[in-house]
Structures are given as C-alpha cells and as structure tokens.
C-alpha cells in the first residue's frame, strides 16, 4: 500500500449549491488528473442525463463547465490515504479532506456522497463540524454492479431540484 495526496482541485465558484464527495481519485483519475477518469464509471453519463448535456464533453474543462453552470461542486471526503490500488475498502491511515474554504465560498444547500464509502468516511472524518444536510446515492463505479444505469439516473434524480 502507498501513501496518497489528493493530486487535484475541489471544483466549485460563489454559485455551487450541491457538493458531490467522492471517497478519493481511482487509478485512472490520477493518472488523468480528474476526477471519475475510468471508462465503465457512469458519473459523468448521469451528470450529463440529469443536466440534459448531450453529447458528454470528453475534455476537462467540458465536464467542468457542466458541473459549475449547474451550481454543483465537486470534491473528494480524503485529502491524502493510504491505498492499493482503487480499492475503497482497503483505504486507510485516512486525513480528510478540509471542506471549510469551499463550504465559506460556495452558498452550499446540500451535500451528496457518491456511494457507501464516500458517506462512512464523511460520516468519520468530517460530519461533527458540518452541518449541511447530506445524502448517501449509490456509487456510480462499475464495482457497484447492481445498480444499472437505469437505478442510478432514478436515485441521483433527487439532485435535479438543485439544478438550474
């Protein structure tokens, strides 16, 4: 197992009203520099589906543009881990994330977890000196193969009322 700094930016502006946290970047999206970077992850088709962008913009400053011009941020639960490989569950020796200056600069109404393990960390590491509502959505990786695209697009659906 290897020790892990977060290698990007949260992203977020003054009019980012949902935070999605992730629990930390997968091998693909270090090695991309971005976040949810692996081909068989179904976030950005769900973010794209839920803000009605077709076709998904396959460039980083694409997907960000999607994320701000619909008032979402975008970040991670851990600042640094140590971790093997992609595996969620084999994360440890965890320091989180330090969410103050986004939640001081975005009006955040709501947070969002991307799947179980964003919320236990969350739940761990950050939620007694964060009060904002948050919500546990099933995480969009491919290793969460119960949930077709189908069940995802409906339980992330809730996001839409945030959306412009």
């Avoid at 999607?66 to 991670?76: E, F, N, S, T, V």
């Avoid at 939620?127 to 119960?146: C, G, Q």
Wanted: hydrophobic share 40%.
């Amino acid at each position: 197992m290897v020790h892990l700094e977060h290698p990007f930016e949260p992203i977020f502006n003054e009019k980012s009203e949902v935070l999605i946290l992730g629990s930390f970047p997968s091998v693909a999206s270090r090695k991309q520099n971005f976040y949810y970077a692996h081909p068989q992850n179904r976030f950005w088709k769900i973010i794209a589906h839920l803000t009605k962008i077709d076709p998904i913009p396959t460039d980083i400053e694409g997907k960000k543009f999607i994320l701000l011009a619909h008032k979402i941020a975008l970040w991670d639960v851990i600042q640094s881990c140590n971790i093997e490989n992609s595996n969620d569950n084999r994360i440890t020796n965890v320091t989180p994330a330090n969410l103050f200056s986004l939640l001081k600069n975005a009006p955040i109404r709501h947070i969002f977890t991307n799947g179980h393990k964003a919320y236990q960390l969350y739940n761990k590491y950050l939620s007694l000196n964060i009060f904002y509502p948050v919500s546990k959505l099933p995480s969009t990786s491919p290793a969460n193969a119960i949930y077709d695209f189908e069940k995802l697009i409906h339980c992330w659906g809730i996001i839409k009322q945030y959306l412009n």
